[in-house]
């Protein structure tokens, strides 16, 4: 039976004029982040980190060695970084402009623990084989594809060896995004959740990826626990031997090192619900009982409309960027609910919301 028709109210003049600038901007959206692109590109974070965290238009222009005549140009440019607040505006009579959190995270070169570059992140879901995704995306909607948007425009899966061989330059630089986005926040967890990893003896890190920190940040913070990492075995033959963790070549559809407690950070959203399903049923078998301390530890985005407007806006678009690139998805605390009951567990918590993501233990 058709749903009952809600009367179409006319909107207003003053509503139809707002409707109309509205529409301007989520049609220019993308804008934004062409113009945060080009910023990283010109190398305006690092630029202004050097000058000693505020640069005026001029300075810019002398450091990037720009031609003097793009300075008005230049100046819009910033201006609407900074009404994003990519920047902040020191002195507006001078249109001097310093780095805000966000783009701290965007300057070459820091030597802290805590920061990582995101520029590899920012260039990958920025380049034209990502965007096509995007501008492809009603096309796909009609076609009866199983695979997602990326497969089927790129005919390879992303991170994968298909796309290696096919943009080797891409996958380069993809892989380094992946890394950056998966690895960025390792520290702060540690520091800030101390409490989840108390009582861990023995930790199997399901999927290694990049540079394996993780594991060595966990080993290096709780140098009592015997952590084992599990990857696909030609993964695992590229990592060298380091005497600290137990690398394992598998597969975690198949089995799962034993372990007291098992991480999946960053994983799950990858994967379908069924898929997922048959990785953390694995995962029950691995981990002890729950008298043991036995329990899957898991780290991903939940989402939450109930989160400020921008951040629940962040976690949706992650949510569209997993669909268009692995056919994954990101999950409310209903879904993780889901998911976790059809795998055979019998409770689970969310430990702790974390940025965007969230910290959540499964228990047998
Ligand atoms: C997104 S990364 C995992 C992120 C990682 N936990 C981190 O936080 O950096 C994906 C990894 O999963 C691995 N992988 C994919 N399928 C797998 C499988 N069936 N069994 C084990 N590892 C797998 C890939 O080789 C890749 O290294």
């Known amino acids: 039976m058709a749903t009952q028709a809600t009367p179409i109210v006319v909107p207003t003049d003053a509503e139809l004029l707002q409707a109309q600038a509205d529409l301007w901007r989520h049609s220019l959206y993308y804008l934004k982040s062409m113009a945060l692109k080009c910023a990283v590109e010109l190398g305006i974070p690092t630029a202004i980190y050097r000058l000693g965290g505020s640069?005026?238009?001029?300075?810019?222009?002398?450091?990037?060695?720009?031609?003097?005549?793009?300075?008005?140009?230049?100046?819009?440019?910033?201006?609407?970084?900074?009404?994003?607040?990519?920047?902040?505006?020191?002195?507006?009579?001078?249109?001097?402009?310093?780095?805000?959190?966000?783009?701290?995270?965007?300057v070459d070169g820091i030597e802290a623990d805590d920061h990582i570059n995101h520029a590899?992140?920012?260039?990958?879901?920025?380049?034209?084989?990502?965007?096509?995704?995007?501008?492809?995306?009603?096309?796909?909607?009609?076609?009866?594809?199983?695979?997602?948007?990326?497969?089927?425009?790129?005919?390879?899966?992303?991170?994968?060896?298909?796309?290696?061989?096919?943009?080797?330059?891409?996958?380069?630089?993809?892989?380094?995004?992946?890394?950056?986005?998966?690895?960025?926040?390792t520290n702060i967890a540690l520091r800030e959740l101390s409490d989840i990893y108390?009582?861990?003896?023995?930790?199997?890190?399901?999927?290694?990826?990049?540079?394996?920190?993780?594991?060595?940040?966990?080993?290096?913070?709780?140098?009592?626990?015997?952590?084992?990492?599990?990857?696909?075995?030609?993964?695992?033959?590229?990592?060298?031997?380091?005497?600290?963790?137990?690398?394992?070549?598998?597969?975690?559809?198949?089995?799962?090192?034993?372990?007291?407690v098992v991480l999946l950070k960053m994983v799950l959203h990858h994967w379908s619900d069924e898929d997922c399903v048959k990785i953390l049923a694995n995962c029950k078998k691995a981990i002890a009982s729950r008298e043991e301390g036995g329990k899957v530890l898991i780290g991903d985005i939940v989402l939450d409309p109930a989160s400020e407007p921008v951040m629940f806006e962040t976690q949706l678009l992650m949510d569209v960027c997993m669909m268009l690139m692995k056919g994954g998805r990101q999950r409310d605390l209903n879904d993780w609910r889901d998911i976790f009951i059809k795998a055979g567990f019998s409770d689970f918590k969310l430990v702790k919301k974390f940025g965007a993501r969230g910290v959540l233990e499964a228990y047998p």
């Open 55 to 106: 640069a005026s238009i001029p300075d810019l222009i002398t450091a990037l060695s720009l031609p003097v005549a793009k300075q008005q140009f230049l100046s819009r440019l910033m201006r609407l970084l900074a009404s994003s607040g990519v920047f902040s505006v020191v002195d507006s009579t001078e249109a001097t402009y310093s780095l805000t959190p966000l783009s701290y995270l965007l």
């Open 120 to 185: 590899p992140f920012l260039l990958t879901v920025t380049a034209t084989h990502y965007i096509d995704l995007a501008m492809g995306l009603a096309h796909w909607f009609k076609q009866d594809a199983k695979k997602p948007p990326f497969d089927h425009v790129h005919g390879a899966s992303l991170f994968e060896e298909s796309m290696e061989r096919k943009h080797p330059e891409f996958h380069k630089m993809a892989m380094q995004g992946l890394i950056v986005h998966d690895n960025f926040g």
């Open 198 to 260: 108390q009582g861990i003896n023995s930790l199997t890190d399901c999927c290694y990826h990049g540079d394996g920190m993780t594991a060595k940040a966990i080993v290096k913070a709780f140098p009592h626990m015997k952590v084992t990492v599990l990857d696909l075995p030609q993964e695992i033959r590229k990592i060298p031997t380091d005497g600290v963790v137990n690398y394992v070549g598998g597969d975690m559809f198949k089995s799962i090192p034993r372990a007291q």
